[in-house]
């Protein structure tokens, strides 16, 4: 609760998410309920979770609780669940993949296993984060952003060319580890061209960037004014706002909002596979993630973007449209190998 | 020893059910790396980047390898040789790196000095990580080798390093390229510190090409290519390795004790000392800042849970491994030929492979075969025993090497059948050796991640796996406290195993 009385966001923003949040949760329940109550009540299903637990657990106990339907979940990174899902094939245990990432899910599609989701679930999201062929949906989007201390640098450079200027040199923080940074430059290699691609990370690379292990140490460190700009997610600013008080946050978010890599949302979702016998049960859950509960849930414990209308979200943020991300189809982001030889051979991958 | 034996069914056929065990993830590597036809495998390897990768991973394996020898070695001889006071306890210490999982340490690392990172930071950390393979089997020779030789070799007016190298060295060599052998495969397969050190190497890119790039024919042919690599060692080892060398006088040998001159001890120290700051110091008190830093509150009685399913998973581990690798020392140490040649290379040349292979192929194997054991702790366990059987083996096999064979003839001669005179005088006297192998899967199976993570049955949480999940959320404070509990708990089978391999040495 520090976080509302210390920070520049709207008390009444959270109060009325918190509302909705319980006072959604009943009616989500009755609409599963009346559909599904024989067949999925008190039924087991499996999740495969690309998404950690210590963020998710209590959403999952949430379910459990709201619609009887109980979980076994297994935690893993998104893309080794997606490699496990492969090799197990048409026999696996598995009811639901939750990924971190769209590449991850499209790498399970494209290989067939994944069976198409209904008309109420796909419509419920924007076709730009949703899966073409209708096989699995965002659940939550993660923009990217420049974080800039406003103390050293006044106005944000307004476009990711912007950041090559010398006067930057040492000043920018990335985390080349991070699969949001690869999948960012996967975008940009998808808007711009391999050749395009490779010309700004040459440019970037010149400019002599500082490498941090995670995107947490990059927001700190432009926090505490040891660099100037930061390519992250826009959720780590408010995770450090909720932890330390807005008041001793300096940093800011800047949105390129020009549909350019800079701007990418990427995403995290949901498929359900289609090996799975308890299909009504599983479908209960991804309709549980897209409810105003699931959703608030996102908003409010991780700072993301909500994927349905109707769900409040943080005001200072701009809104999911007016982001303008880069008309991509998020699924081409499982080319993350090609991205990690390109940032190789530009010399950005072992720093 | 050059009898030739026939080896008893008894012995063979479960050595050789341990051999056909440790292949079994072959049979996946070639379904998946043939999954898209031979052209895609083939294009695969003699692509101009797996070239590179080849290069800089034998690179990487030639020069840890090298140092692992030079500091193994240097260390086994302060702990065995020189008047040094504690021995016994720095032995100990200088094999607990062992206890400390190559993630780790390389993080502990990278946040210490981030400009590390690259070909620099891998070689230092799976040095670090890795020359107890070398240390404790030198330590144990070092110990058995007649001291006298040295001796005479001083008196003939050889100087002490001269001595040292000419001669004492050549006792050891056995121990040393069997270490070696251990140190190489491990390089090979070793992800955690590679990738912390973000130096793109076979493993690096297996990992990649299952987790960034959803390409499991990639990955499984450039596995294939770390088998026909570790091959190459093994065949190479092979060749290497000499007779271990006899004592030449009768009676007692010696104490191995004597007053090195200091000029060789200082030097030596000052490598040992290196290992024990370096190895345990930086890993150590990293994990105890990440622990008290930590803003997060530690669920202690999660602690404590994940504490007590690390130490049962590893024992079973341990256990099952034993089991198997009984039978195949057995056979390497007292029934050479052919088929002892050939079991060997079997259980060896799947170790160069990474966790993730091992395991993806048990869940190939698994959910296809005995899909009731799926995502349970026996499929989880068994996994494991295909990664650690070389490394129980080594020891059970140079154990029973070294205990006389005069024994059991008399055993035979008094009447006693041979696999009665195997399970009454063998394996008794090779306890100390199964005894440090079965440590050596412990160990081995407390700290591995990959492995847990993709068999264990679902929702139980390992100490290896509880670092992994509160990594990956930006909050380090909360792997303190596992990191912490995993080194102590991994330095007790660490201690056992350093403590019996040489027991007799540091007495």
């Known amino acids: ?351 | 020893m050059s009898r030739v034996l026939r080896a008893p069914v008894a012995i063979v056929a479960p050595a050789m059910l341990a051999g056909v065990v440790a292949l079994l993830p072959l049979i996946y590597l070639m379904d998946a790396s043939l999954s898209q036809g031979f052209g895609a495998a083939v294009r695969e390897i003699i692509d101009a980047r797996t070239t590179i990768l080849l290069i800089r991973t034998i690179l990487l394996t030639l020069i840890v390898t090298t140092l692992c020898v030079m500091v193994g070695t240097i260390n086994a001889w302060l702990v065995v040789r020189s008047s040094l006071p504690f021995r016994p306890v720095l032995l100990i210490l200088l094999a607990m790196p062992l206890a400390i999982p190559s993630y780790l340490s390389a993080f502990a690392w990278v946040s210490w000095i981030p400009t590390m990172k690259g070909f620099f930071g891998a070689s230092i950390v799976l040095t670090l990580a890795s020359y107890p393979y070398v240390m404790l089997p030198v330590a144990a020779m070092l110990r058995s080798a007649d001291p006298m030789l040295e001796d005479i070799a001083r008196s003939l007016g050889v100087g002490a390093y001269s001595a040292i190298l000419q001669v004492t060295l050549k006792q050891v060599a056995p121990a040393i390229w069997a270490g070696s052998l251990l140190v190489a495969l491990y390089v090979v397969s070793d992800f955690g510190a590679v990738a912390t050190m973000r130096l793109e190497t076979f493993t690096w890119v297996i990992y990649g090409a299952y987790r960034a790039g959803f390409n499991p024919t990639r990955a499984a042919t450039l596995a294939l290519m770390l088998v026909a690599l570790a091959l190459l060692l093994i065949l190479l080892e092979k060749r290497l390795r000499t007779r271990v060398s006899q004592r030449i006088g009768s009676g007692t040998a010696r104490s191995t004790v004597r007053r090195a001159p200091l000029t060789v001890v200082a030097p030596a120290s000052i490598i040992a000392i290196t290992s024990l700051g370096f190895g345990i110091g930086v890993p150590l008190i990293s994990s105890i800042r990440w622990a008290r830093n930590g803003t997060a509150t530690t669920d202690w009685s999660e602690v404590f849970g994940t504490i007590i399913s690390s130490f049962w998973i590893g024992l079973l581990t341990g256990t099952a491994t034993v089991l198997l690798a009984l039978p195949v020392g057995i056979l390497l140490a007292r029934f050479k030929g052919p088929l002892a040649n050939i079991t060997e290379g079997s259980v060896f040349v799947t170790h160069s492979l990474p966790g993730v292979v091992v395991a993806l192929s048990v869940v190939y194997l698994g959910i296809n075969l005995v899909r009731p054991l799926y995502q349970q702790l026996p499929l989880l366990i068994f996994g494991q025993v295909i990664i650690f059987l070389p490394l129980v083996v080594g020891a059970v096999r140079t154990s029973i090497e070294q205990s006389r064979i005069a024994l059991e003839d008399v055993s035979r001669s008094l009447g006693v059948s041979r696999m009665a005179t195997i399970f009454r005088v063998t394996i008794p006297l090779a306890v100390p050796g199964i005894a440090a192998g079965g440590a050596l899967a412990v160990l081995g199976a407390m700290k591995e991640l990959p492995t847990t993570l993709i068999l264990r049955p679902t929702s139980v949480e390992t100490l290896a796996t509880s670092i992994w999940k509160h990594s990956v959320v930006s909050d380090f404070g909360a792997v303190g406290p596992y990191a912490v509990a995993l080194m102590f708990l991994a330095a007790l089978p660490t201690a056992l195993l350093s403590h019996v391999a040489v027991a007799k040495s540091v007495k």
């Not at chain 1, 700004?200 to 002599?208: C, D, E, F, S």
């Not at chain 1, 800011?252 to 701007?263: I, L, R, Y």
């Not at chain 1, 949302?265 to 289609?274: D, E, S």
């Open chain 1, 1 to 351: 609760m520090k976080l509302c009385n210390r920070s520049n966001l709207r008390v009444t923003s959270f109060a009325l998410l918190l509302a909705m949040f319980s006072a959604c949760s009943g009616t989500t329940t009755e609409t599963a309920g009346s559909t599904t109550a024989v067949q999925t009540n008190g039924e087991t299903i499996t999740i495969y979770s690309g998404r950690n637990e210590t963020l998710m657990s209590a959403l999952f106990t949430q379910f459990s609780n709201e619609t009887g339907v109980k979980l076994e979940v297994r935690y893993g990174d998104s893309g080794e669940l997606a490699a496990l899902l492969l090799t197990e094939g048409d026999k696996s245990p598995a009811d639901i993949f939750f990924a971190q990432d769209a590449g991850a899910l499209g790498a399970v599609e494209s290989a067939g296993l994944l069976s198409p989701l209904p008309s109420d679930v796909t419509d419920a999201v924007d076709a730009k984060f949703r899966s073409k062929n209708g096989k699995w949906v965002a659940t939550s989007g993660r923009a990217r952003v420049l974080i800039y201390n406003p103390d050293l640098v006044a106005s944000p450079p307004t476009s990711l060319d912007d950041l090559l200027d010398p006067k930057f040199e040492k000043k920018i923080g990335y985390a080349p580890s991070n699969a949001s940074w690869q999948s960012f430059v996967t975008a940009l290699r998808l808007t711009r061209g391999e050749a395009g691609a490779r010309a700004w990370l040459t440019g970037l690379a010149a400019n002599k960037p500082i490498a941090y292990e995670k995107n947490g140490a990059v927001r700190d460190a432009v926090n505490s004014g040891e660099i100037s700009l930061g390519l992250i997610n826009h959720y780590y600013l408010y995770e450090l706002i909720s932890k330390i008080g807005a008041d001793k946050v300096v940093a800011k978010n800047h949105f390129f909002k020009d549909q350019d890599a800079g701007s990418l949302v990427n995403i995290a979702g949901v498929g359900v596979l289609a090996s799975s016998k308890k299909t009504e049960a599983a479908l209960s859950m991804v309709r549980y993630l897209l409810s105003v509960a699931g959703q608030s849930y996102f908003a409010g414990k991780t700072f993301e973007y909500p994927m349905t209308p109707g769900v409040i979200q943080f005001v200072s943020l701009p809104s999911l449209m007016e982001l303008n991300s880069p008309p991509i189809d998020l699924a081409d982001l499982k080319t993350i190998e090609e991205t990690q030889e390109l940032l190789e051979r530009v010399g950005l991958l072992t720093k």
